[in-house]
């Protein structure tokens, strides 16, 4: 691994991680280049910031699982070549049903390079009894109904998306208003280095 990043799982005990891009289940339906491993991998300060989210989840009883954090550039440059790919509809249903996938990158969901390339980026949820808890979409789900602004949403929904937002705030990291899962470090050790070593 590369020196200045750590296991976040392995680092932070209790912090469940699933990584979805090690997977065929993520956008476009297989695993990406560069992950060799289903490990959440970020840099030393971030794994310090995220224990301090995950010690303030748990006083409130909740938990905290990690869908992606570090991802290296032949990863990004993966979605580029699957969204210049013809329309087969296998994962359209479930993270895009209202976009076109050629305006993914005009809108501001997947982007050419990303932010999680520096190491300080991660994707989460909260975690109730052990299960994801209900945040009104799902991990990757594009559209308006992802963004922190949407309020079209059950109070109880709306009100844990708050709360996520105010403990990863609480503990150092700056939301991304698109994507409720999305957080980055503020004072990243490496904002403009972009990685590409493999997850292994």
Known sequence: MEKGFVDLCEAIPGLRCEIRYATAHNL??????????????????????????????????FGLLVYDAYRPQKAVD?????SKLPEDGATKQEFYPALAKEDL???????????????????????????????????DYMGEESHHSY???????????????????????????GEWWHYTLIGEPYPDTLFDFDIT
């Open 151 to 177: 309020l079209g949403l059950p109070e109880e929904t709306l009100m844990l998306r708050r709360r996520l937002k105010a403990l990863m705030e609480a503990a150092g990291f700056r939301p991304y208003d």
């Open 28 to 61: 476009t339906g297989h695993p990406l280049a560069g992950y060799l491993a289903p490990r959440a991998i970020g840099t030393v300060q971030m794994a310090g910031a995220l224990r301090g989210a995950f010690g303030m989840a748990q006083a409130e009883g």
């Open 78 to 82: 993966d979605f580029v070549r699957w």
């Open 105 to 139: 990158f005009a809108l501001g969901y997947i982007a050419l390079r990303s932010g999680h390339s520096r190491g300080s980026t991660v994707d989460l949820t909260l975690t109730r009894y052990g299960q994801p808890a209900d945040l009104g979409t799902g991990f």
